[in-house]
């Protein structure tokens, strides 16, 4: 259930032996299944009602590319409820065939499921208006009403918007397009939640005053990325982690965002807000915050973020001394984007100090992983697309092989590309001594789910806020937290002071800066560079 062609089959292997095959149509029974019974039976999925999904921002990017292929790819595995209907919304002057035209280069549509696609644009509406007129919000509740069973429907409203109207269009949700009766209103609302501490209060608070904590949907969709759902699984299900899991055996954690590309052309928004709040802030975090938190005594959507919380709570502020910036140029003997530096981006403004690089050492206080140094590292414009946890062990005591032959375990989770776990272990080489090489236990999705598609992290996102589940969403007192930690880092590098730290010039396709290993290396992070993993093919 990916937003691409899915595979005709899957085996699995059961109990008794053999292999058995699961067809599509059985893969796409067994997820149906699953939104009724949700996280312990709290899905309140119901195929029955009639539901209304509104696209606020329905010209823009984001619904182009990633919303309304979303919604396509749903619609067309059915698993939305069947009377599901769309209404997008924008000032943009456009019709539901302007929508069909901009977005189907991204829907990935089979020439057998063309039928299907005409019958999800039939499930289209549109509506011009502004964002702060109540009057134009008006029209868009007749519009919604038109689509309304006896007077009822679910209502799901996407701020695919820019965060500067949030509260204005916020507010006229709340004043004229509630649901009526037993029926429920959701608002999802997409990152930057914020821009700081005291926006991000304003907003948090704004958002309180017009919907209960449970109606508010704020979607970072890292956490719905199948290798950062499985966290929790492969954590809190296997016995041979616990013992390890604290500061007795782990030496380091490093959790890492790459880009081989730069902004593209995008840098006047991505100059606005730097990979610190693009990146760190929320993804990496929001990744931290599961591989460190305790065990939940459920798996309920509170329970999980109530030990999200604790974590954070236990995390001080972002030191300098912690930091490295970088701020990528160009490569003189790289082709095409690599010969321009961030600052050639006719988008951004000239002379920007904005990071597109950002290494930050955080240290959780408490008895678990007290001296444990989590390292969150993200760029742009480096040496390769990855983005991965990798939990480095400690030495081995009393060695008693060649000096320096030992290397570190390692266990380490892929999210992306090509979602993987696999652990770094030592080895006897063939032969007769006792040479000793790095080998790998290795559980590569792509081998063990041959055949089988991944749901795309969007696609998991939305079907949780039609059950109501939260799990995967970001809790209002956790954003209250990740602003807290990074907040005075923010102000300091975004300071009109002299003696503000400026971003250290890395090559474009690099690692980013020397700088940023250095300071790994002091806080006990020991990369030797010999041992590259090679994922199992399929």
Not at 88 to 108: C, E
Not at 396 to 404: A, D, E, K
Not at 495 to 523: F, M, N, T, V
């Amino acid at each position: 259930m990916p937003g691409g062609a899915r595979g005709d089959s899957a085996e699995v292997e059961p109990h008794g032996g053999g292999v058995a095959a699961l067809t599509q149509e059985e893969a796409l029974e067994m997820i149906k299944e699953s939104l009724h019974g949700g996280q312990e039976g709290e899905s309140d999925y119901d195929a029955n009602v009639t539901h209304v999904f509104v696209v606020l921002g329905a010209s823009g990017d984001l619904a182009t590319k990633k919303i309304y292929p979303t919604l396509w790819w749903l619609f067309r595995d059915r698993l939305l409820p069947d009377n599901t209907y769309f209404v997008g919304y924008a000032r943009s002057n456009i019709k539901v065939d302007d929508i069909r035209k901009k977005t189907f280069q991204h829907m990935q549509v089979k020439d057998d499921q063309k039928n299907r696609l005409d019958e999800f644009f039939q499930h289209n509406s549109y509506v011009a208006g502004s964002y702060d007129k109540a009057e134009d919000f008006q029209h868009l509740n007749e519009e919604i009403k038109k689509f309304e069973n006896a007077g009822r429907a679910n209502r799901l409203f996407y701020l695919a918007l820019p965060p500067s109207v949030y509260k204005e269009v916020a507010t006229n949700i709340r004043a004229s397009c509630m649901a009526q009766g037993k029926c429920w209103t959701r608002v999802i609302v997409e990152k930057p939640f914020g821009h700081d501490s005291d926006s991000s209060a304003q907003l948090s608070n704004h958002f309180a005053s017009l919907f209960a904590e449970d109606e508010i949907y704020r979607i970072d969709h890292y956490l719905g990325k199948e290798m950062v759902q499985n966290l929790m699984v492969l954590r809190f299900a296997n016995r041979i982690l616990t013992p390890v899991w604290n500061r007795d055996n782990v030496a380091c954690v490093t959790i890492l965002f790459k880009e081989p590309f730069g902004t593209q052309g995008r840098g006047g928004y991505f100059d606005d807000y730097g990979i610190i709040r693009d990146v760190m802030q929320n993804h990496l975090l929001q990744i931290l915050s599961l591989v460190a938190m305790e065990r939940p005594v459920s798996t309920k959507a509170e329970d999980i973020r109530n030990e999200k919380v604790k974590v954070l709570r236990c995390i001080n502020e972002v030191q300098l001394n912690d930091v490295v910036l970088g701020q990528y140029v160009g490569d003189p003997e790289g082709k095409g984007d690599a010969k321009e530096g961030y600052l050639d981006d006719p988008t951004v403004p000239k002379g920007s100090t904005t990071p597109t690089f950002a290494l930050a050492v955080l240290h959780i206080h408490n008895e678990r992983w007290e001296g444990v140094p989590f390292i969150l590292r993200c760029g742009k414009a480096l040496n390769e697309r990855k983005a991965e946890v990798r939990i480095q062990f400690r030495d081995v005591s009393g060695n008693i092989f060649r000096p320096g032959e030992i290397d570190r375990n390692e266990l380490v989770f892929r999210v992306q590309p090509g979602e993987a776990v696999y652990m770094k272990l030592m080895s006897k080489k063939p032969g007769m001594l006792f040479d000793c090489e790095v080998t790998e236990l290795d559980f590569t999705y792509g081998s063990r789910y041959a055949g089988v598609k991944l749901p795309d992290a969007y696609e998991r996102l939305i079907l949780d806020v039609f059950c109501g589940s939260q799990i995967n969403f970001v809790r209002s007192d956790e954003l209250v937290e990740a602003w807290r930690i990074f907040t005075p880092l923010l102000h300091a590098i975004e300071s009109q002071k002299p003696l503000k730290p400026l971003p250290i010039p890395y090559k474009y396709g690099s690692r980013g800066p020397r700088e940023a290993d250095e300071l790994a290396a002091q806080h006990n992070f020991k990369y030797t560079g010999a041992y590259k993993w090679v994922s199992s093919k399929p």
